[in-house]
């Protein structure tokens, strides 16, 4: 009696698949936090078993369908396709996902050490009471109210100060309610707007990349096994149903996938840095200046004339250089009218 072989879990095979696929990301940091993602994710839940949770069966099913969502990102990422290249771009440098909360965490909760950081709830989910923004939160708050180029990255509008309930219409009595109300809906706010700012290494290196002085190569890729098709042409599904289609544009109906150049990439890591802080505090007054990225001037497409030059080009001949009134007016000759004869 033979004893039927070992099978690998579904679940491992998606596991490596996910390291496999972040260890190809154009992106330096992207390809570093991913592969720390995935591996914290699956570390996340290994513990024991508990019922009606995500570590029970039925929150299998839906952390494995997170994990197959994952994985198709970053493989169409690593495809070419814009928008999921962009939003691992911005999942890694902590724009929006889970890493935004966790350098978001030092704002909101005092004396966090980072070996203690909770997988889930990283943010405190309700509003404290009385909670007020500590300077270095409300500055950057300010500062991030004000950088109208955020609207490139599809931001949420962040509120400096915290909304004013109604007043009543009698004596303009508001109540502790209302006023508790309102700060947990400014929390909420700022929870969802908030951007951090990441590390400066991480900064410099984002910044070298979409300047241009960072140098940057592709990860090679394993060659994928050529699936030699040896089934005979005249076999019994084409024979029932006949020949099938070739390639169509179906798989293109939501973008296509590009060769990933320095070119292509160099406008997302434009909108990310335009979208990243950096916060510095004065030692004298005690007071935080926030910094935003800006990415490198281009040159202009066509070149400056000069003014000199211009005046003796036949271009501009007849035309006065302080006023730029015509010297010879143009005098169309008039039409002759054809009288008919009588």
Known sequence: MSLSPVQTPHWRHVYRALLRESSYLPDPIARQYMSSHVRESYRGYQPRVIPNSYRGPNGQFYLERRARKLLSILSRANDGYLKPLERVLMLSYGRIGRRRHVLARPFFVSNSAADKLPFRFILPPTCPPSWEPIPSLAALLKSQMENRQLSSIDATPAIHEIPQPKKSIWDGYVSKRKVQKATEKWYDIVIKSFLPPIPDQEWNTLHGLAV????????????????????????????????????????????????????LITPMWDRILLATPRMTQDPETKSWIVRWGKPAKKPPIFPALDPELAINSSLFAGVDSTTGALLTPKTTPRRKTMVPAS
């Open 212 to 263: 241009g002085k960072e140098p940057w190569s592709l990860p090679k890729r394993r060659k994928r096994l050529d699936a030699n098709d040896t089934r005979s042409a005249l076999d019994a599904e084409f024979l029932v149903f006949g020949p099938q289609k070739d390639h169509t544009f179906e798989a293109y109906a939501r973008g296509r996938p590009h060769k990933i150049t320095r070119k």
